[in-house]
């Protein structure tokens, strides 16, 4: 059996642990999985099951004493695979047809992870040794903003030394170009509850008795104006503008109001056409405010004429660098207390910053060489993508510049049903990880590429 088909097979096994972190179900069994095809590699494993995701961390030494070092970080932990109907496979089953993987995790994150892990064996079968260390951090709650990995972070991370980090996932664009990205938005999450009453109302009193329904969408629309502009007092002035490079970057890459119209087959109207405002630094360098749900009444079959005495909404706020969870929850707050909304109560949920790479840094730049070289083409460079992740904690905890590329595809699916990977673009990963890795090797001073 190849190296690669044996961590196909990791991969097989590890899509069939059902690890959803946000049912805290079956972590255990894939982190103790993943540890132990660690310690096959030859790895120096801790495993630290202290809260209740267990953390992994694995490290292979280079025998060069002046040796650099690459953190690759990863995550065990997938979304839930519902709704169960509109997969066309076995969400918990690794199925291949069309030259590509199918199942949940596939991309995000267990693929990338054994796609990594492949690399580092291959190359230690090829070269024997390697020419820099490589570090592997993996946990097991990033799809639930990564509760306790500070905590893990502090306890075992003391001392060592990173140059680089290679992020947790990527992929290609619609144009089937490498991205390669530094940062991500941070978020925060939180439920808003209002009861009016000790039961639910006849409707007949509509006329003089206020709904929770109406007054927790009355709360809600305060916090926009009428073209969807976030008007909360005080929510952006913690907001890291972007310097001129990150905004010549972004202003480089391809997505249009247009395309993204047409992929999603848009009805609505998209807030930036509303208000003039530009299209690609509101989508990478602005916070938000959302809802994720609404909760209230009757919603049953037929009709039930009744006044809602309780309605609950979930709400998330994507953060930019320098934005406090904390400090944004207490404005949005003070905003609903100070619009007449006393009532409605706020809880935080999850939180985690933002965070962006310096794209000019010459580890960066090592990454982007390498992929360069691979591909013959430019890769689509990226200061920070729209998507969330713990880079502020890996980074807070090693300062180490984060480049993040993957496996994945522009119909990889990810969180959704039939999440896939094309073979092809796996193996790929393989051979760029390899290359990156030999771009340490000061002896060759060359990269293997395509």
Not at 47 to 63: E, V
Not at 387 to 411: K, N, R, V
Request: contains cysteine; proline residues 6%; negative net charge.
């Amino acid at each position: 059996m190849s190296i690669r088909d044996h961590y196909l097979n990791l991969l097989k096994t590890l899509i069939a642990i059902p690890s959803v972190s946000a049912q805290q179900s079956h972590l255990p069994e894939a982190a103790t999985c993943i540890a132990d095809a660690f310690r096959l590699l030859g790895a120096e494993v801790i495993y630290d099951d202290t809260y209740f995701a267990p953390f992994i961390m694995a490290q292979l030494h280079s025998p060069h004493p002046d040796a650099q070092t690459i953190v690759i970080y990863n995550h065990y932990d997938v979304q839930p695979a519902e709704p169960l109907a509109l997969w066309q496979t076995d969400p918990w089953s690794l199925t291949s047809h069309d030259d590509k993987l199918f199942g949940r995790g596939v991309d995000d994150d267990k693929g990338n992870l054994t796609a990594r892990m492949a690399a580092v064996a291959e190359y230690i079968d090829e070269h024997e040794t390697l020419p820099v260390n490589i570090v592997f951090i993996v946990e097991g709650s990033e799809e639930t903003a990564s509760r306790y990995l500070q905590e893990y972070l502090v306890k075992h991370t003391q001392g060592l030394t990173a140059d680089l980090v290679i992020w947790e996932s990527g992929g290609k664009n619609d144009d089937g170009v490498l991205e390669i990205f530094g940062g991500n938005k941070g978020i925060v999450t939180f439920d808003l509850a209002v009861t009016t009453a000790n039961t639910d109302l006849h409707s007949s009193l509509a006329g003089v008795v206020d709904s929770a329904a109406i007054r927790l969408s009355q709360a809600i629309a305060t916090l926009f104006d009428k073209h969807g502009r976030i008007i909360v007092p005080h929510f952006f002035d913690d907001v890291l503008p972007p310097n001129q490079r990150e905004k010549d970057l972004v202003a480089a890459l391809p997505i249009t109001p247009e395309s993204l119209i047409e992929k999603y087959s848009l009805n609505a109207p998209l807030y930036t056409n509303r208000y003039d405002a530009d299209f690609k630094e509101i989508l990478y360098f602005q916070p938000t405010i959302s809802i994720e749900g609404l909760i209230s009444g009757y919603n049953g079959k037929g009709v039930k004429t009744v006044l809602p005495a309780q309605a609950h909404a979930k709400l998330e706020s994507r953060l930019v660098p320098n934005m406090s969870p904390e400090s944004t929850i207490q404005h949005i707050n003070n905003h609903l207390v100070s619009q007449g909304f006393p009532d409605i109560t706020l809880t935080m949920t999850l939180g985690q910053p933002g965070y962006r790479s310096d794209m000019s840094h010459p580890e960066i730049a090592r990454v982007i060489n390498v992929a360069r070289q691979y591909y013959h083409a430019e890769p689509s460079v990226m200061p920070t993508s729209p998507g969330t992740g713990p880079m502020a904690i890996i980074h807070d905890a090693l300062q180490a510049p984060i480049a993040s590329l993957g496996i994945g595809y522009a119909q990889t699916y990810d969180h959704a049903p039939n999440e896939n990977v094309r073979l092809s673009d796996y193996n790929e990963h393989i051979d760029i990880i390899k290359a990156l890795i030999n771009s340490y090797n000061e002896s060759k001073h060359k990269i293997i590429n395509h």
